[in-house]
């Protein structure tokens, strides 16, 4: 298998552009979602875990009781931001919302 396509600078601004839910930071993509409990929390969780594993690219993530986020770039492409970070951004965006969760900022 091939390693991810590295984003441009000007690839990379497109893409988060059209991610409300994602931030660039510290050289990798993250955001944090919120759901109306810890049960919620770790349904979406399970959901990232079985995508991420489906697509051999995981994340790292914290979780405080009903808080999640993310933060993650590729580490087989040396640490850059790739198209498959994006394509997991949006699989864990639909699975906050199928769950009911939101982002929030990062304070």
């Given at each position: 298998m091939s390693a991810p396509q590295i984003l441009t600078p000007e690839e990379l601004a497109e893409a988060i552009a059209k991610r409300s839910d994602w931030v660039l930071k510290d050289g990798k993509i993250g955001a944090k979602?919120?759901?109306k409990d810890f049960?919620?929390?770790m349904a979406?969780?399970?959901i990232v875990a079985l995508e991420a594993e489906k697509h051999n690219h995981h994340p790292t993530w914290t979780n405080s009781w009903n808080?999640?986020?993310f933060s993650f770039c590729t580490h087989d492409a040396g640490n850059k931001i790739t198209e498959l970070d994006f394509l997991l951004a949006d699989l864990i965006s639909q699975a906050a919302l199928q769950i009911g969760g939101g982002s929030i900022d990062d304070d």
């Open positions: 979602f919120e759901f049960k919620n929390a979406f969780i399970t808080i999640v986020e």
